[in-house]
């Protein structure tokens, strides 16, 4: 069974063996608005945790993606580069934004889980 | 100062508007269907804009009053007929934008509306010039509406009689319920449209009426990219008080006479920049793929000098593109010209684009 925990900069993390799926929350897409524009990461790319990995762009405002664990990129969601709107419409799902090859499994555990994740939200709204 | 709320706040947030802060009013940036349906649904229907925090300035006088102003304003007021509107500046005495505006004239004077986050500025210019004997006012009674898009005309038709006949930049007053709303076929989105200052008191029936009838609220965030489409500007970031209309590529909003005969604040740099032509010009950009190019992104050669900025950049949701606008070296500026922006640290094509990049024809009448 894989878990999904969640990051304070609204990123959500799905394992899977050694590696993990990431992208950006419901609650992350709802408050960017309309996604014209995703910038993905090349495959062999290092990231630190919290690094900035990715970029998404709303027709207001650009942001910044960070992972919340690192390790080594070995994929990246090519279509959502082709078709932004794909985050909107399914963003834990096929709006994914990488997988990652973890380095340090124990970074896991500082993130929250789908309940503490929804208390963040309530006590931190934007 | 506080906050300011217009006349509508309540019903926006009942229509699920998000808020932003705006020129120190919270004005809804968005509502329910996000900027990009708001966008389309301009575009194909009809959407309605509260723009209540704009100044709409009510100035008394005669004759005498077209001169005054043309001292700071480079239309042709003199000319200008009863209930015909032009898009025009509030000059600096260096030919800078002081304020972008629509002036309209009226039985007993001229109605100027201007950008909410000028109001104070303008008024202090305007007043400079005044006799002391013009009355002036910053009219508080009255809301602001935009109604925009291709079924404007019907819809509005229903309430108003006779406004489907109005041509573009022409106004009229029409009776509702009973009061009496200035209305005039104008709009700041590239579409067809109406703007009507209405009582604050009856301005919650009319958006009633509105809603009823298929049109869908729009908030700032789709007035943005509906207007960058229609290649207009926006105060604050494609003019300022260092930029003068021949570099902004407005000079068709000075009208012949007045290029010829002068008389207005900062007419001397004008003059010369229109015989000679400007160092900097204000330009569209198309950058390439899905790249958005924002305001202060810079622009480089191909041979990689800095030639110009952003000003104005998003995604364009009817051109399916990102469009942007922005100053430029004069010697680029010419269309079709490969020129690259500077974004996140990386360099990506883009290329010089005539303006507007979405252009409608607007009813004048005729058929």
Redesign the interface.
């Known amino acids: 069974m894989s878990e999904v925990k969640f990051s304070k900069n609204h990123e959500w993390v799905k394992t899977e063996g050694d590696t993990a799926v990431i992208g950006i929350t419901k609650h992350a897409t709802e408050m960017l ?2 996604i ?2 995703v910038e993905v990461p090349e495959s062999g790319k290092t990231v630190e945790i919290n690094g900035q990995t990715a ?1 998404v ?6 942001s910044d993606v960070y992972s919340p664990i690192s390790g080594e990129v070995v994929e990246s969601n090519k279509s959502i ?1 082709d078709d ?1 709107s794909k985050v909107n419409a399914d963003p834990e799902g096929e709006g994914w934004f990488f997988k990652i090859k973890i380095k340090n499994k124990s970074e896991l555990d500082s993130l929250m889980s789908s309940t503490e994740y929804e208390k963040f939200k309530k006590e931190n709204p934007s | 100062m506080g906050v300011q709320k217009t006349a509508l706040y309540d019903l926006h947030k009942s229509l699920g508007a998000k808020f932003v802060p705006f020129a120190g009013y919270e004005m809804p940036i968005q509502y329910k269907d996000g900027i990009v349906k708001e966008h389309i649904y301009t575009r194909t229907g009809a959407g309605f804009f509260d723009v209540s925090h704009m100044g709409q300035l009510f100035i008394q006088g005669n004759e005498n009053l077209s001169k005054t102003l043309e001292k700071i304003i480079p239309a042709d007021l003199k000319e200008l007929k009863l209930n015909h509107s032009k898009y025009s500046f509030l000059l600096n005495d260096k030919g800078g934008v002081i304020d972008d505006l629509i002036i309209t004239k009226r039985s007993k004077g001229f109605l100027i509306i201007l950008n909410a986050a000028c109001k104070d500025k303008d008024i202090n210019q305007i007043s400079k010039f005044l006799d002391k004997s013009i009355r002036y006012s910053l009219d508080r009674k009255n809301s602001l509406i935009a109604l925009q898009g291709p079924k404007s005309a019907e819809i509005l038709e229903k309430i108003f009689k006779g406004v489907i006949q109005l041509k573009f930049m022409q106004g009229g007053e029409f009776r509702y319920e009973d009061s009496v709303s200035y209305v005039t076929r104008s709009g700041y989105t590239g579409e067809d449209g109406f703007e009507i200052s209405i009582d604050n008191k009856k301005v919650k029936n009319l958006i009633n009426f509105f809603i009823e009838n298929n049109v869908k609220p729009i908030g700032l965030g789709a007035r943005d990219t509906l207007r960058l489409e229609a290649g207009l500007c926006l105060y604050g970031h494609d003019l300022d008080e260092n930029i003068n209309p021949i570099e902004a590529n407005l000079k068709w909003a000075i009208s012949k006479r007045r290029r010829t005969e002068g008389g207005f604040n900062g007419f001397n740099i004008i003059k010369k920049d229109l015989e000679n032509g400007t160092s900097k010009i204000r330009v569209g950009i198309i950058p390439e793929g899905r790249i958005i190019a924002r305001e202060g992104v810079k622009i480089f050669s191909e041979d990689e000098k800095e030639i110009g900025k952003i000003t104005s950049g998003s995604f364009g949701p009817s051109l399916n593109q990102p469009v942007a606008m922005g100053y430029i070296d004069t010697k680029y500026s010419k269309e079709g010209t490969a020129v690259n922006v500077k974004v996140r640290d990386k360099i990506y094509n883009a290329k010089i684009c005539k303006l507007p990049f979405y252009k409608k024809n607007h009813f004048k009448g005729g058929e």
């Open positions: 608005g309309d014209v524009f970029v762009e709303s027709t207001k405002a650009a580069a932004p």
